[in-house]
């Protein structure tokens, strides 16, 4: 603060100083061009005047910016700056020709008479005045300003930079103002208080998003897998059980078995039908063979499992077993069958 | 006519509820372009309740208002009504007037709304503040609360209005610069034109017809109701050494409202 203060004063003086020397130096020339024709100024020396012109702007500038800068000070009622301002402005306004340099005029006078009307504001106030720099420089005492060895007797400057705050200082200030406030005491918990905080809802949310995804991923692939393996499982256990029979059959009576006897049951034509699309399996792979017996009807028999890899040499003929639930009854009634060789599968009969 | 009908029928509930219904009235008058529900919905809406319902609404409204002081940043109506009131807003009248009372009788505090356009309440402390200056407990003090009397001691000293620049000035004075980062209070002018502001102790206005732009100081509503002129001119004269009366025109606006408050909160005790 105090630098940007002094270093408008400085500015200040300077232009103080500029301005009456060039003024000294352009009287003169001023002066002729005022005898000979008050008219032809601009016209007679066009750069000296641009020059001119500029300058006296800049300082209706500069004093226009000193003055808001410095406004708190100007307001004292103990200095006469708005005077000098004033003053300082006159000056400038006499080479004033042109209608921007009498806007800066203009501007300058808002500015002074807002002032002026502050200071008479002032002077309204019944009873005591109220100054605010010597309200903070008690403030200052009272909150234990040490004040170092070169203190200052000019007040705004001095009290600005010098001396320091001891650390309670503003603690110490709010103690004694507190009787001021009736403010609430604020209460807390004493353990801190809840801290809504807002992860937590997002991450709710997101699990609730994942979870099915993963349940649905899971289940597609497993129930197509069961469905593949419980197929092709079925039809294996199926064949081995076929198999079974037909050897334990064969171990009984070491005859050729009559394919139809075989593979009909007469309760179901759909059992039938299974048992003769599995039975072509052991035909296939070589575990059972068909001939035709002395009546040139078909039979089966396993084949002994040395003869198995032997029977691969043989070049296999094939043919095709149609059935049709006409043919089924007719075959269960020439052939008498009244029991079926191949039991359902127990997953059925349970 | 009706409404004593009604009365008599809920004369079986609380005392306080049929005085609350006088106060009522007076506030729904007051009230009459908002949404408040009349006289007659909110006895019809206290006879569907019962009054450990109304109790239970009543104790969350006074926690949810004692928690947001905390900041001391004034509740708003509609937040208490959307957050905690919700499906109890056909008796927000009579809550809120328990509330009050609850505030008074059992903390010491007075809900004052500061605001009556947007509905603002604020809490004050309502005990006398004589009574309550030797603080018992040994409170750790907020600096803040320094800078704040600062302020408020300038504007008022300065008749009510005092522009930025003249308080920046005598800040910078005290050492605490806007422009600068203050040890204490950090970002002070934020502190000051914004914290200050939205806690209604100050008003930051801007002038009209300025160039370049300039802003004012006010006193905020909060201020008017908890900040004690009096209180302010003597601690002014104490500092300054000089008589509180011989600011003349300060002493007489201190005393005016001063005596006004004490008033109305003497009414109240």
């Not at chain 1, 003869?307 to 052939?335: H, M, N, T, Y």
């Not at chain 2, 006895?43 to 947001?68: C, H, S, W």
């Amino acid at each position: 603060m105090r630098k940007a203060r002094a270093g408008g004063d400085d500015e200040a003086v300077r232009q103080n100083g500029s301005s009456s020397r060039r003024r000294t130096d352009q009287h003169p020339g001023d002066g002729e061009d005022h005898d000979s024709s008050s008219g032809g100024v601009q016209d007679d020396d066009d750069d000296n005047d641009l020059g001119l012109r500029r300058e006296i702007r800049s300082k209706y500038r500069d004093l226009i910016n000193s003055v808001q800068q410095n406004r708190e000070d100007m307001l004292s009622p103990s200095n006469n700056k708005l005077t000098e301002v004033l003053e300082e402005a006159n000056k400038l306004f006499k080479d004033v020709r042109q209608a921007r340099e009498a806007a800066l005029d203009a501007q300058l006078l808002v500015v002074a008479t807002d002032l002026g009307k502050e200071k008479a504001s002032q002077l309204f106030s019944e009873g005591s005045a109220f100054d605010p720099s010597a309200f903070a420089e008690h403030l200052l005492s009272f909150m234990g300003l040490n004040r170092l060895e070169d203190e200052d007797d000019e007040p705004p400057n001095g009290c600005a930079s010098d001396g320091y705050l001891p650390k309670d200082a503003w603690h110490r200030l709010a103690r004694r103002a507190e009787c001021c406030f009736r403010t609430a005491p604020s209460f807390h918990y004493m353990m801190g208080s809840f801290y809504t905080e807002p992860p937590p809802p997002k991450q709710r949310i997101e699990r609730q998003r994942k979870a099915p995804s993963k349940e649905a991923k899971r289940i597609m692939p497993t129930q197509l897998k069961k469905m593949e393996e419980s197929h092709q499982e079925a039809t294996e256990k199926e064949v081995e059980r076929i198999l079974g029979y037909l050897k334990s059959y064969y171990q009984d009576d070491p005859s050729p078995i009559s394919y139809y006897e075989f593979v009909i049951d007469p309760n179901s034509f759909s059992r039938t039908v299974e048992n003769i699309f599995h039975t072509s399996f052991l035909i296939r792979d070589g575990l059972a063979r068909l001939k035709l017996d002395s009546d040139k009807l078909p039979c089966i028999e396993p084949v002994e499992e040395e003869e198995v890899e032997a029977a691969g040499s043989f070049s296999r003929k094939q043919c095709i077993v149609s059935i049709s639930p006409k043919i089924w009854r007719e075959l269960i009634d020439v052939f008498e069958i009244k029991e079926t060789i191949i039991q359902p599968p127990e997953t059925q009969s349970e | 006519m009706t409404q004593r009908k009604r009365l008599s029928n809920v004369q079986s509930s609380s005392q306080s509820k049929r005085q609350s219904n006088s106060f009522m009235t007076q506030e729904e008058d007051e009230d009459a372009t908002f949404t408040q529900p009349s006289t007659s919905q909110v006895q019809r809406g206290l006879e569907k309740l019962t009054a450990a319902q109304v109790d239970q609404k009543t104790a969350e409204v006074v926690q949810y208002i004692l928690v947001k002081d905390q900041k001391k940043i004034p509740v708003r109506r509609a937040d208490l009504v959307k957050h905690v009131i919700k499906d109890y807003r056909t008796v927000y009248p009579e809550i809120i007037k328990r509330a009050m009372l609850t505030f008074e009788q059992v903390f010491g505090l007075k809900l004052v709304e500061i605001d009556s356009k947007n509905h603002m309440y604020v809490l004050v402390n309502n005990l006398d503040a004589s009574t309550a200056r030797p603080s018992p407990v040994e409170r750790p003090s907020n600096p803040k609360m320094g800078l704040l009397f600062v302020i408020l001691s300038v504007i008022f000293m300065k008749g009510g209005v005092v522009r930025e620049n003249l308080m920046w000035n005598t800040l910078k004075k005290l050492r605490v610069d806007p422009g600068q980062r203050h040890e204490e209070f950090g970002d002070v002018r934020k502190v000051i034109t914004d914290e200050f502001v939205r806690q209604r102790y100050l008003e930051y206005v801007r002038v009209p017809h300025t160039e370049p732009v300039e802003y004012e100081f006010r006193w905020g509503q909060r201020s008017d109701m908890e900040v004690s002129k009096a209180q302010i001119l003597e601690f002014m004269g104490q500092l300054l050494e000089q008589d509180p009366q011989s600011w003349t025109q300060q002493y007489r606006e201190a005393h005016s409202t001063a005596s006004s408050s004490q008033a109305s909160s003497s009414n109240h005790r």
